[in-house]
Every structure is written in structure tokens, then in C-alpha cells.
């Protein structure tokens, strides 16, 4: 099976723009989850999403977005980017709760 | 406090060394990954596990529910370990992951 893929894998954006970022899960997964990494933050939960619901979110601003499409692929949002959004965003996907996360190579996004 | 702690921070070792990562963590949790992130950032998922201990070549984890503690070990560390080991409990119900800081592995030949 292929891995999740996430795209683009590299974006630079400006502050006060907003960024659309894409995961598609391994194929049969329902679960997708996004994931922020910042070298002073480490690694934040941001939200997971299950067959087209949100399940649960992390405590980011409302600014943080997300959706899931009826095939599972997942897209996040960020409106109205800040020069602290500059992360790497992960998503990771998985059958379901209690079962191993499968990580996508991550979206590197900076705003200058 | 940090709900989750990862001792040590960096570790460097020579190859062959016996390895241990400890992680404790203070939430309640239905399991706890472990992960890990080479350069680059790509994230792989070596163990989950909620009771008891696994074992996948030369990688060991383990944990303790009661004492809220995992470790993981690597045998005869190899310089293709070297990465950045993360300790991730799911929190009970939510299964939201909380990380730890993460700690530095460097295997020198």
C-alpha cells in the first residue's frame, strides 16, 4: 500500500496570507490527525478528524482549520498566518483509535 | 510541570552501547507510542503498547500503568539509530497524543 502523503512538502507564505495544506491517508485508514512541530513547541496536537467528523481538537486559535472528504483525505487551514505558524505540519493516519499512527512526510511551511 | 518527561535529553554512545530512553508521563492513558524522527522530519512509529513489553529486532520497549512509566532500549546501538526518539501517550478516552520533548540519539562508529 502506498504511506500518506502530504502536499506540498515545502511552502513559504507572508504574514496575513492563509495556506491550504493536503494529506491523503494510506488507503482503508479513516483516521487522519494533524500534528504542528516548532523547535521551541516540540510536537502539538492539533486535531483529528474520522469519516468526515472532527473527534477531537487540540487548544490552537480558531485561525486553525481543518476537514475531511468522504474518500479521507484531509486538508488543514491556517487564515491569517502569523510569523509563529512557521512549523512543520504532520498528519498521521491510522484504521481507527487504538491502532498504530502511520506519519506522512510532513508539510515544511514558512512565513515570512 | 510538563505532562509528559523524557530522560536523557541527548544521549551520545559508541556502537554496540546498550541503549535506554525513559519517558514518564503524569495523564491517564490507553496506550503510548514510541517514535522516531530522523533528519529530514520524517516520523515513524516504532512501538504502541499499553501494557507489558514489545520487541522489534533490536528495540525493546516496555511500560508500567501503575507507575506511569515506559523505557525503551536499543541493543547493540548502530550509527543508523542516531535520530530523535519521542515519547507519545495517548490520553484515555480522547486518544489525543500529548508529546514529550523528545531525546537525541547520536551512535558514533
Known amino acids: 500500500k502506498a504511506g500518506v502523503t502530504q502536499t506540498p512538502r515545502y511552502l513559504i507564505k507572508t504574514r496575513g496570507q492563509q495556506v491550504t495544506l493536503s494529506c491523503s491517508p494510506i488507503s482503508g485508514h479513516r483516521s487522519v490527525s494533524w500534528y504542528q512541530q516548532t523547535p521551541g513547541q516540540g510536537l502539538q496536537f492539533l486535531f483529528e478528524?474520522?469519516?468526515?467528523?472532527?473527534?477531537n481538537k487540540g487548544n490552537f486559535p480558531g485561525r486553525f482549520s481543518g476537514r475531511q472528504f468522504s474518500n479521507s483525505r484531509s486538508e488543514m487551514n491556517v487564515s491569517t498566518l502569523e510569523l509563529g505558524d512557521s512549523a512543520l505540519y504532520l498528519c498521521?493516519?491510522?484504521?481507527?483509535?487504538?491502532?498504530?499512527?502511520?506519519f506522512g512526510p510532513g508539510t515544511r511551511l514558512t512565513v515570512t | 510541570k510538563n505532562e509528559v518527561e523524557q530522560s536523557p535529553q541527548n544521549l551520545t554512545a559508541q556502537e554496540g552501547e546498550f541503549i535506554t530512553i525513559n519517558c514518564s508521563y503524569s495523564v491517564g492513558i490507553s496506550a503510548l507510542h514510541w517514535l522516531q524522527q530522523h533528519p529530514g522530519g520524517g516520523i515513524v512509529s516504532l512501538f504502541m503498547?499499553?501494557?507489558g513489553k514489545k520487541k522489534h529486532g533490536r528495540l525493546i520497549a516496555t511500560i508500567n500503568i501503575q507507575e506511569k512509566h515506559s523505557s525503551l532500549h536499543i541493543t547493540a546501538s548502530h550509527p543508523r539509530d542516531s535520530a530523535v526518539y519521542i515519547c507519545?501517550?495517548?490520553?484515555?478516552?480522547?486518544?489525543?497524543?500529548?508529546f514529550g520533548k523528545g531525546t537525541k540519539l547520536t551512535v558514533n562508529p
Open positions: 507519545a501517550p495517548a490520553q484515555g478516552g480522547s486518544e489525543k497524543l500529548v
Open positions: 478528524y474520522f469519516s468526515e467528523t472532527q473527534r
Open positions: 498521521a493516519s491510522s484504521p481507527d483509535r487504538s491502532y498504530e499512527q502511520y
Open positions: 503498547l499499553s501494557s
